[in-house]
């Protein structure tokens, strides 16, 4: 079970931090992302760690977000920089998942997501 928060209303060009808790056993040995969805569309990738670090993020995230993990707290984060309205959505974390040939596939488990607006 996962638990997003820290969503919220926010001017563009500013800043968020999401934090996931997650009652999962053997968190740090899992791979996880985040994951979002903006009205009348599809969920979509935004970032992803793996169990030993290693972040991979979508295009239009790349040196605004950044992913990270504190395994001693079962936390997953994401520090959104410089957010453009583009980046309003629902924010889901997903935890568990594997990454094949570099692409991070999520496991069919999501929380109830925080909304994230960024108003122009």
């Known amino acids: 079970q996962v638990v997003e928060s820290g969503g919220g209303l926010v001017q563009a060009g500013g800043s968020l931090r999401l934090s996931c808790a997650a009652s999962t056993n053997g968190f740090s040995r899992y791979s996880m992302g985040w994951y979002r969805r903006a009205p009348g569309t599809e969920r979509e990738f935004v970032a992803a760690?793996?169990?030993?670090?290693?972040?991979k993020y979508a295009d239009s995230v790349k040196e605004r977000f950044t992913i990270s993990r504190d395994n001693t707290k079962n936390t997953l984060s994401l520090q959104m920089n410089n957010l453009k309205p583009d980046d309003t959505a629902v924010y889901y974390c997903n935890v568990g998942g594997t990454f094949v040939s570099g692409r991070y596939i999520p496991v069919p488990a999501w929380g109830q997501g925080t909304q994230v607006t960024v108003s122009s």
């Open positions: 760690i793996s169990l030993d670090g290693r972040a």
